[in-house]
């Protein structure tokens, strides 16, 4: 990722919109995500090009802690 790290599909990654992501700033902070009543925290390794303000790319293994891959998008907060 941008953050300089190789992940696995496995790790609870994410990458932060280009807006929060500041010039890697927050690079390998750990962030907490909830969807659905449900919380977890992650790892930010990447920046997410195509992502909105506030919005965040999750890795696999991460995205399936929270729902099937065939959902195709969530809706939750995250907080650093």
């Keep these: 990722g941008a953050c300089g790290a190789f992940n696995e599909p496995t790790d609870f ?3 932060l ?10 690079c390998f902070q750990m962030i907490t995500i909830t969807v659905n009543g449900v919380s977890t925290q992650a790892q930010v390794t990447d920046e997410c090009l195509g992502c909105s303000c506030g919005g ?11 729902a099937p891959t065939s959902v195709g998008e969530l809706s939750g907060s995250w907080s650093y």
């Design 13 to 15: 990654i994410v990458a």
């Design 56 to 66: 965040l790319d999750l890795s696999q293994g991460l995205f399936e802690f929270f």
């Design 17 to 26: 919109s280009t807006c929060d992501y500041d010039g890697g700033s927050h």
